[in-house]
């Protein structure tokens, strides 16, 4: 299935100076996939070591890290001849080695000309461990299928080229606007994890998708059990189902799970955080950039992997949304939020691949900004509403208090064209922040 990542891995081979990569990103979202094709389809040859099936090819890296030494033991266990500019050298699951993710520092310094990528599904946890030589590498990451590949792999890619752009705004016709709601409607149950999408399109039935939703949970669990021994497994399995019907909703430990201690719940959501099947969205006063100037420590929201995992952990009908006639009203709008969160993640974040959202909390008022989302150098703050006849007290109140923000958005699945009213501008639910 085509993926944004292609582009990024092209770009990567072609630059002059060139780094070895590693592509982070959670489990399961296609990162060896996506690895393997590009190096099937732009390379002689691919070489793949993949560290957590084979536990011989670890023997490769236990003496000498010398580039020239690895790549002919590499050579001798996989019969093919490397040649820099011509092969490309794959260390899968490299958490599962960390001499290998050592090596690649000397791969950086002694053989700059061969193309070395590295992938794992629960990198973090290594990151941590190992002391890793700063400015040695280059990081990409990877998610879910954004809604437009997810168009893509169903066949719609003339839909998806009608995505209208938040940078460069091109309105689609009413006609458009409801088939891609149609497809979005199916997007916000399948999600974007790529063997759920395959699933449903190889057989068209959105349910099958469940099936493989369930298999990624247990798949998360037993990965966090193998990478965090110390972790509490009822205390994570319980976290990771609930944490998705607080979507929208500040963080509060003792709502999480009033059962245990505040420092389990803590431990729980640190260590999904670490292996990216949440992210932490904070609160910011938006005053300046950087946004995490301005960080509030005790305001704090979630935002899970995916949508599709959303879906099915908080059993939320699929026929509510299919015959929703507001995506923005299913589920309090918790699925509305988490899908354009999902897609302002993809596309960067909100700054430098964090997520930050504004909270006022006075005794007068509180109020709320759903996101805040900085491009050139500018901030806008963007909610998820029904259209220009919903209350946006709270949007309002951030523009008053920030009067050298121009522009705010609200992101509606029943607006289809750009419209302005004083300083907020309405835009499509489906627009792409790229």
Known sequence: MKRTIDQH?????????????????????????????????????????????????????????????????????????????????????????????LSLRYFYEEMPDLHVAAAGSMLEFALGQVSFPVGRVAFEWMGPMTFYEFLNAAGYDLLANQLPCISNFEPVSEFAHQKIIEQLKIYFLTGGMPEAIKRYCHTKSITDSFDVHEQIFQAYLQSLIKYYRRADIDSLDHIMRIIPSFIGSQIKYTRLDPERRIEKTKTSLQILEKALIIQIIKASNANNLPLGVGVSPKKMKPLFLDIGLVQYSSGISATDVIRSKDLSHVYRGALAEQFVGQELLAAGGSESRK????????????????????????????????????????????????????????????????????????????????
């Open 9 to 101: 891995l092209i770009n990567w081979k072609n630059q002059t100076f060139r780094k070895p990569l590693i592509l982070r990103g959670a489990r399961q979202v296609g990162k060896t996939f996506s690895i393997t094709y590009f190096g099937k389809t732009c390379f002689d040859s691919l070489i793949k070591l993949d560290f957590e099936r084979d536990r011989s090819i670890h023997k490769i890296f236990d003496q000498d890290l010398s580039a020239e030494k690895i790549i002919q033991d590499i050579e001798i266990f996989s019969g093919i001849k490397i040649v820099p500019g011509k092969t490309l050298l794959f260390f899968d699951e490299i958490q599962e080695c960390e001499r290998a993710l």
């Open 355 to 434: 997520m930050y959202y504004w909270a006022r909390d006075k005794k007068s008022s509180s109020a709320e900004v759903d996101y805040l989302y900085v491009h050139d150098g500018n901030i806008f703050p963007i909610e998820v509403k029904s259209g220009p006849k919903g209350k946006l007290k709270s949007l309002h109140l951030f523009m008053q208090e920030h009067p050298d923000i121009k522009t705010g958005y609200v992101m509606s699945p029943i607006v289809f064209e750009k419209q302005r009213v004083d300083n907020i501008t309405f835009i499509p639910i489906y627009t792409r922040f790229e």
